[in-house]
Nanobody, 125 residues
Framework: QVQLVESGGGVMQIGGSLRLSCAASGSSFSDYSLVWFRRAPGQEREYVAGISQTGHSTYYADSVKDRFTISRDNTKNTGYLEMNGLKPEDTAVYYC??????????????????WGQGTQVTVSS
């Protein structure tokens, strides 16, 4: 069983930066892919970015490409989402998740078995 805990959210101004963390418990973190989703108020969960088990491959939604960077440190059982150039439309609760099947570019939330509780990111002017 894997437990994921996100942190690092907050209130930022337009154009600002934030770094989210996803800390995992258990010994299986490096065996699973890692993704970030987000949910804006009144909307469905939206895929943001994904990274392979080793960290060598990444994938991004078009809406965040060239602004966000996903990474992971398997020695620390932690994943990260570096967010730059924040926009009001980035306001959402951000979730990290893992898949035992190694998938990291699937946009469907049902693909991923383990989820964190989320961290709020608010971008304001």
């Amino acid at each position: 069983q894997v437990q994921l805990v996100e942190s690092g959210g907050g209130v930022m101004q337009i154009g600002g930066s934030l770094r989210l963390s996803c800390a995992a418990s258990g010994s299986s973190f490096s065996d699973y892919s890692l993704v970030w989703f987000r949910r804006a108020p009144g909307q469905e969960r939206e895929y943001v970015a994904g990274i392979s088990q080793t960290g060598h491959s990444t994938y991004y939604a078009d809406s965040v490409k060239d602004r966000f960077t996903i990474s992971r440190d398997n020695t620390k059982n932690t994943g990260y989402l570096e967010m730059n150039g924040l926009k009001p439309e980035d306001t959402a609760v951000y979730y990290c998740a893992q898949s035992v099947r190694g998938t990291y570019s699937d946009y469907s939330p049902s693909t991923y078995q383990y989820w964190g509780q989320g961290t709020q990111v608010t971008v304001s002017s």
